[in-house]
């Protein structure tokens, strides 16, 4: 099944506005609202001002210009006037939007009870952090490494070849409640299988003793997996040694491994 839109070719479409083109920049922004009215199905004490579900069909109308307003208003502390509820999805409606599935939202329910528990192992803020690097919070980026190969939503998920035209795979790459558990997911799956090697943590300790060191790894491995993968097998002092480039070559089906020092000068 072929697109109903093309890809974006804009990687910081901000702000979000009814003067946006259709395409998939908006549908990311639908589905950010939806994903945001059913994360309050359970609650107990649903704020009045959570917007009901819309019609994902790619266009800014007045539908959607309502429910961003109401989600801005649900995600303004009250009393606070930190967010505009004006309809504008700038960068700061989105990175408040990226932070509540990520249980960084204390004072609403889903995301202080539901999604902070979910995601309760990962250092708090390490999720919404590698967002800001990644796409700086835009729902709907789109950064194109060649014309086959594009990394797409707020942790820029890969899609390659034939997957560019598969519906269900732009649409995982542009939900962002489905790439934050995704993304949940590989950090913590990283986490659990290297933390305790050499790199993570020094023999002979307690190995949550230098969780941080493991996190900062786990991080790495999102954009740079095999410098994350050798950092955690290999001491600082091993790096150059010739057990890390005999691992490097196998991992690089038998290239050359960049060094890992240079010469100063």
């Not at 946006?20 to 059913?38: E, P």
């Not at 800014?60 to 961003?68: D, I, Q, R, S, Y």
């Not at 390659?160 to 962002?176: A, C, I, K, P, S």
């Amino acid at each position: 099944m072929s697109l109903p839109y093309p890809l974006p070719t804009d990687n910081w479409p901000t702000p979000i506005t009814q003067d946006y083109q259709d395409g998939w920049v908006v549908w990311s922004l639908q589905r950010a609202i939806n994903r945001f009215h059913d994360s309050f199905n359970e609650d107990p004490n649903p704020p009045a001002t959570v917007p009901a579900r819309i019609a994902e069909d790619y266009h800014f109308g007045p539908e959607t210009l309502e429910a961003v307003k109401l989600m801005q208003q649900t995600l303004r502390k009250t009393g606070k006037t930190d967010l505009r509820v004006d309809g504008v999805v700038d960068i700061a409606t989105q990175r408040r939007i990226v932070k509540h599935f990520t249980g960084d939202v204390p004072w609403l329910w889903p995301s202080n009870d539901v999604y902070k528990n979910w995601y309760q192992a990962i250092p708090r803020g390490l999720l919404y952090s590698i967002a800001e690097g990644e796409s700086a919070y835009m729902l709907g980026s789109a950064s194109w490494n060649s014309s086959t190969n594009v990394d797409l939503g707020v942790w820029q998920d890969n899609v390659t070849g034939n997957e560019l035209q598969e519906m269900v795979t732009v649409m995982r790459g542009f939900d962002v409640r489905i790439q934050a558990a995704k993304e949940a997911l590989d950090l913590t799956k990283w986490y659990n299988a290297n933390h305790s090697l050499p790199g993570c943590a020094p023999a002979s300790v307690d190995p949550s003793l230098w969780a941080e060191r493991a996190w900062r790894r786990a991080a790495m491995h999102h954009n740079r997996p095999l410098d994350a993968n050798v950092l955690a097998r290999f001491t600082i002092d091993q790096l150059e040694s010739p057990a890390a480039k005999a691992y490097e070559r196998q991992q690089l089906d038998g290239g050359t491994p960049d060094p890992w020092t240079e010469p100063l000068g």
